[in-house]
Antibody
Framework: QVQLVQSGAEVKKPGASVKVSCKASNYPFTSYGISWVRQAPGQGLEWMGWMATYDGNAKYAQKFQGRVTMTTDTSTTTAYMELRSLTSDDTAVYYC????????????WGQGTLVTVSS | DIQMTQSPSTLSASVGDRVTITCRASQSITDLLAWYQQKSKKAPKLLIYDASTLEGGVPSRFSGSGSGTEFTLTISSLQPDDFATYYCQQYNTASTFGQGTKVEIK
């Protein structure tokens, strides 16, 4: 079945960067987009952006423009999300999610990666 | 950015109750709306997409309706497994989630 397996938890200092990976399997990787969604402790879901895996085109939420980069490696069917200039407000669980063939709703999700930003 | 406003934020209900959650968009999103269920510490689960299409394997007690700017998620008869937090998501222009509705035991 479709799987999205994310990299492990990270602890970062303020000002640092973090790069989270999302390994996809059991489906044609370049046929579906990958999005990133985060959830701060006790808070709701926040959309960060989306990437077309077939050509690398990305669109980011305005809030993260200039601070986030989403990439893919089609040879390893892995998507990446890098967030720079971290602050304590970036402490959250970060999810990757795969959209559907004809709708940008998220049918499959990774297990989540906890990123903690603390001095 | 399109804003999504869910109501109520918290809903207390009993098993067997009919439950309705509303999601309003700040501008028209046609029918490009999804609903998710999230249980503590778990990834969200897709329930409904394109405003009213039930995802495979989701019980038929869940239904969605609406178009334009106003949408509803209805659970026809609340079951013990349904106590969770529900989110709407628009995907008409980029994407935005509502702030969530927690359905708790009355």
């Amino acid at each position: 079945q479709v799987q999205l397996v994310q990299s492990g938890a990270e602890v970062k200092k303020p000002g640092a960067s973090v790069k989270v990976s999302c390994k996809a399997s059991n489906y044609p990787f370049t046929s579906y987009g990958i999005s990133w969604v985060r959830q701060a402790p006790g808070q709701g879901l926040e959309w960060m952006g989306w990437m077309a895996t077939y050509d690398g085109n990305a669109k980011y939420a305005q809030k993260f423009q200039g601070r986030v980069t989403m990439t893919t490696d089609t040879s390893t069917t892995t998507a990446y999300m890098e967030l720079r200039s971290l602050t304590s407000d970036d402490t959250a669980v970060y999810y990757c999610a795969r959209d559907m063939k004809f709708a940008e709703a998220y049918q499959y999700w990774g297990q989540g990666t906890l990123v903690t930003v603390s001095s | 950015d399109i804003q999504m406003t869910q109501s109520p934020s918290t809903l207390s209900a009993s098993v067997g109750d009919r439950v309705t959650i509303t999601c309003r968009a700040s501008q028209s999103i046609t029918d490009l709306l999804a609903w998710y269920q999230q249980k503590s510490k778990k990834a969200p689960k897709l329930l409904i997409y394109d405003a009213s299409t039930l995802e495979g394997g989701v019980p038929s007690r869940f239904s969605g309706s609406g178009s334009g700017t106003e949408f509803t998620l209805t659970i026809s008869s609340l079951q013990p497994d349904d106590f969770a937090t529900y989110y709407c998501q628009q995907y008409n222009t980029a994407s935005t989630f509502g702030q969530g509705t927690k359905v708790e035991i009355k």
